[in-house]
Structure formats: C-alpha cells, structure tokens
C-alpha cells in the first residue's frame, strides 16, 4: 500500500469543510502541530473554520455564543487561545475559609471575558430559586482583546461610588487551584508604556522572579495589605451604567451593549483615567502606563514608621497560635536583640520583613495590580481545601459532575423545610444554604458515602462551619424509614441511610445524629434527621445558567481588595450593610 496516501497529501486532497469536521477529533496543540509540520498544510490547517470548530471542541460555550463572541475578535484562532489558556482553567467554584458565611465565588464565561461572581448569604422565597433572586456581588473580570491579549479588572467601591481597578493577569497554569490578588513590579523599556509581558503566550515574567527577588507572598501581611491599598487607590476608576450593568448577554438584543461595554473597557485598560477622550484605533503612546504606580510614591507611603506595625501584625497573629511560654520567649529575644550592638545577632524579625520590603520596592520602577493563578499542592478534609487564612487568595473546588455511578455529584442549593413551594407569599424567607456533593470512603469500613459539605449558609449568623458535612450518606444502605411528611404528590426514587451534622461544642466540634436521605429525582433530594424530623431540601443547581438568565439581583460590591478576600472572621453576613449603606470604611 502506498503509504504516501496517508500524508499531507490526503490531507491536502480534502475540502476545508471535511477537514474542520476532522479537526474536531484533534485538539488545539494537535493543529498547531500540523501547521508546523508543512508550509503546504498551513492554508487548510489555519482557517477560521478549523478553528471554529475548535473552540466548540473545548464544550465552554454553545456554538450559538462562540459566534456571537465571534464578532468582537480578530479570529477565531485568537478565541480559542483566550478559552484555552484563560477561561478553561478558571470556569469553578472557588471559596475563602473567612467569613464563615460568604466567600463563594462562581467564575463563568461573560461576553468576550471570563467573570467572577460572589453569591452573596441571602434568604430565598416562596418559589425558592427558581423565583429569580438570587443575590450575586462581581468580584473580577478577564477581558479578551481584540487580539487575544487580556486585561484584568478588580471590582469594588470607594467612598464615591462603584470602581474598577485594571491590572494585569500574570500567569494561569492550566491545572490551578489557587487565584491570588498581588502587586506586581515592573520595569519600564526605552519607548514609552512599554511593559515587560509576553503576550504571545499570555504569561507575564516578572522582573523580581528573573533576578532573584523578593516575591510579593514572602512579604508580611501589612506590607501586602499597604501595597494592595496604594495600588488600587491610585488606579481606581469610577464607573456607570453600562459599566456597572449586566456582565452577561441575557438577550439577542443585549450584544450592542455589551459589544459597548467591552469597547469601554478596553479602552479603560489602555487609556486610564483619559479613556473617554481616547479611541483604540489611534497608535498614540501616553508618556507613562496609566495603571502602574510609580515607585517614588511607594516609598513615600511605605516608610520605616511600617516597622512597628509589623511587630503588632506579629504579635497578635502570630503569637496566640503559640504557648505562652514562646510569647515570653519572643518578648525577652526581642528587648534583647533591640539592645544589642553585636554583629554575630541575626536579624530580627522586624529587620527581615524590612529587607525583604526594600528588596521587593527595588525590583521595579513602577508596580501594577496583578493576578496569577497556579497549582498547590494542598491538604484538604473531605475535599475542602485547608487554606491559609492571611493571603489574598481563593480556592478552587474540585466539584465533580454526576456520573455513572455518581448520580448525586456537584453542586446543589435549598433551605430548611418541606415542601419546597408551598408557603404563603408573605411568609419571611428561608435561608439558602450551597453544598457540594463528592462521593468518597468511610473510614471504618471503607464502604462508599456521599458527603454533603456546606460551602455557604445564609443566616444571619453561621450556626455550621464552611467545608462541614451537612451529612454522610452510606449510598449502598437503603433506608426503610418513612418520609415524616406529606409527600405533596411527589414519589420517591430511593432513600439511603446516613446521618447529619447537628450543634456542638462552639460548632467547632459539631456532633451527628441518625437521619435519612430521601431522593424524589436526580434534581430534587431532601434530608432528614429522624429524631428531630428537621428536613433540609435541596435541588442541584447551576449557577452559570442562573446568573445568564438574569435570575438574581447584582449587590454591590465591598472595598476592593476585601471584595477579592475578605479575611477578617465574621459569622455574620458582611454584605448586609455594603448593599444598603452608602458608608465606606478600608
């Protein structure tokens, strides 16, 4: 057989519409491979249409959408660059140990961008969610240029009124699971707004990574804090409608719009504080870059008097997590290294959190906002992640689909009662509590369990901790208890044995009691305690689509960098006063 038939000449010998409809059994490496291979492949390899097809191929969008996104972008080549490496990686849940009640952020495609959206703690109606109120506060934003090159936007609010922050987004590994807020330094080349990025692959190298220096997680907590508060400060800028508006196209109609809305942002991200004076087409340079700032403003903020504050962030951070003995040990080294004049001591704390701040100031000439995600390795209990509680970071969940023998797998929402739609419209609302359902092993005799770990309650005050399991379910025992309640018409599918979480020392140390798992449908399950005759009803949930119908209220957002983490403990519900009250505070 003449192997020259299956070369790049029976390749060659297809029409470009086969070929697309073959090049979806490849994946974007594989053509980009193939483009290489030969000069005569190029023309077939890298058309649209291929391309198209590939973007279908990665299952983030409906093809509907892909076309639509399609208007705003060079090529669809440059799309599916900005799905791969961009929205891929970051479409999940991601959550924040602190405060108990919040911290849920939902990243899902938007218009041209990849969005995320905090679910706020919040009570649901007579119609549960269904009824379309959802409460959502946004958190950041990616947005694809026309190029394929990205910018970042942080959401918040000062004390005028909403803000976005622009920056830069520095990095995403294909496999992450950490997302964090930074400041990143940067030095300026010989033309004028001229960064050190490498947009053809989209991966930022800083100039402290290439020269040894200080990176900006090693540095103490106020000196982050500072940093993160100066940057966003000075490259904040105030928004309106359509800015403020919807992020996500709920209508045919809403494409002008939004094709508005990113030509604004665009332009925010170039052109800065000037960018309504400014078009994009121009190839005019600024004499400096708008979002980064300069370097002798940082040390005019960030001088020795931070000192002092540091030794405070230590000591009541660091030393109640030790025994009193060490917080005298601290106290006697401390007095002792201060009165010291030997040159054998080594560096106090204090002198170390000041070197690395000088390191890290002297890395760049200016310093921009930042965003990186990358992968940890992490331990974690029953699949939540166990988090430092001082960085700005979010977590990724690593929330499973329903499968095979894993039905019951992802991501559900509901209150306290039954039946689920069958109160009185005037009847005050039940708090709505997420969970996430993994499948795993019990400990005693590794037989097969679903876990319902809650991810956010919407009390006023937290009465279980995030990353507790509401229940474990033995998904193998069947439960021959009968369902305490008027079943409303529904039939039960199966009901399997288990028990639930129940008050304890603090809700620390919660204990369980016997309870059973009643599952009406794959989309509608309720739990109940057999003592108490509580029942929890759940039905599975997919924010992404709730969000894109518009079913939900945006609130708005908090002060920027506690917007992205909000790290302070807090069992009450933050957003309480942030969505009703004009007041600001840092």
């Known amino acids: ?46 058309s649209e249409k291929t391309w198209l097809v590939q973007c279908e191929a990665i299952k983030l969008l409906p093809l509907a959408e892909i076309v639509q996104w399609g208007v705003g972008i060079s090529s669809y080549k440059a799309l599916c660059q900005f799905l791969v490496e961009i929205v891929k990686p970051l479409v999940g849940v991601w959550v924040q140990k602190n405060p108990e009640l919040g911290n849920v952020v939902c990243v899902m495609p938007g218009f041209l961008s990849v969005v995320g959206c905090r679910i706020i703690p919040q009570k649901v109606g007579p119609l549960w969610i269904q009824e379309g109120q ?9 947005i694809c240029g026309f190029d394929g090159t990205t910018g970042f936007f942080l959401h918040g609010r000062d004390r005028e009124g909403s803000c976005l922050y622009p920056g830069f987004v520095m990095g995403i590994e294909k496999i992450c699971n ?129 000192d002092e504050m540091d030794e405070r962030e230590y000591l009541r951070e660091v030393i109640p997590k030790k025994s009193f003995s060490s917080f005298i040990r601290y106290g006697i080294k401390h007095i002792l290294g201060k009165s010291s004049s030997s040159k054998n001591t080594p560096p106090s704390r204090s002198e170390i959190r000041h070197m690395n701040r000088q390191t890290f100031l002297s890395s760049g000439e200016t310093f921009c906002l930042s965003l990186k995600a990358s992968y940890a390795e992490m331990s974690s209990y029953q699949e939540w992640p166990i988090m430092p509680v001082n960085h700005f970071s979010i977590y990724k969940l690593p929330m499973k689909n329903p ?11 509901g209150a306290f009662g039954w039946p689920p ?29 679903l876990i319902g770990m809650k991810i956010l309650e919407g009390n006023g005050y937290a009465q279980r901790p995030n990353g507790s399991a509401m229940f474990v379910i033995n998904i193998d025992t069947p439960s021959f208890e009968p369902f305490p309640f008027d079943a409303d018409g529904r039939v039960f599918e199966h009901s399997y044995k288990g028990e639930g979480i129940t008050e304890g020392y603090g809700f620390r140390y919660p204990g369980s009691k016997p309870g059973s798992l009643f599952v009406i449908s794959n989309d509608l399950i309720a739990f109940v305690w057999l003592d108490t005759k509580t029942v929890i009803t759940l039905q599975r949930l997919n924010l992404e689509e ?41």
């Open 134 to 142: 959802v409460m959502w506060s946004p958190v950041f934003e990616i």
């Open 1 to 46: 057989m003449n192997t020259e038939s299956f070369g790049v000449s029976s390749l060659l010998s297809l029409p470009e519409d086969v070929f697309a409809v073959v090049s979806g059994f490849l994946s974007p490496s594989d053509i980009c491979n193939l483009i290489l291979c030969s000069k005569s492949l190029c023309d077939l390899v890298d």
């Open 546 to 586: 709730i969000l894109k119908k518009g079913l939900g209220s945006c609130v708005t957002p908090l002060p920027p960098t506690k917007n992205f983490t909000y790290m302070k403990r807090s069992y009450s519900n933050v957003f309480d006063k942030s969505s009703t009250s004009t007041s600001f505070s840092e």
């Open 403 to 413: 499968i095979g023998n894993q039905e019951y797998a992802g991501l559900w929402g």
């Open 178 to 306: 950490v997302l964090r807020l930074e400041v990143e330094p940067m030095r300026e080349k010989s033309s004028c707004n001229e960064i050190e990025i490498e947009t053809s692959s989209k991966v930022c190298k800083t100039q402290g990574e290439h020269e040894g220096g200080v990176p900006f997680w090693k540095l103490a907590f106020s000196d982050r804090k500072n940093l993160l508060g100066l940057v966003t400060r000075h490259v904040a800028l105030h928004v309106v409608e359509p800015l403020s508006g919807r992020l996500f196209p709920n209508r045919k109609d809403d494409e002008v719009m939004l094709l508005e809305r990113r030509t604004m942002l665009l332009k925010m991200h170039k052109f800065g504080r000037n960018w309504k004076h400014m078009n994009l087409e121009e190839d005019e340079q600024l004499c400096y870059n708008p979002l980064q700032v300069d370097i002798n403003e940082m040390w005019e903020n960030l001088g020795d008097e931070i």
């Open 421 to 449: 739609r069958n109160c009185a419209e005037d009847e005050p609302g039940k708090a709505l509590f997420l969970l996430m359902l993994t499948y795993g092993e019990s400990e005693e005799d590794s037989e097969r369990v």
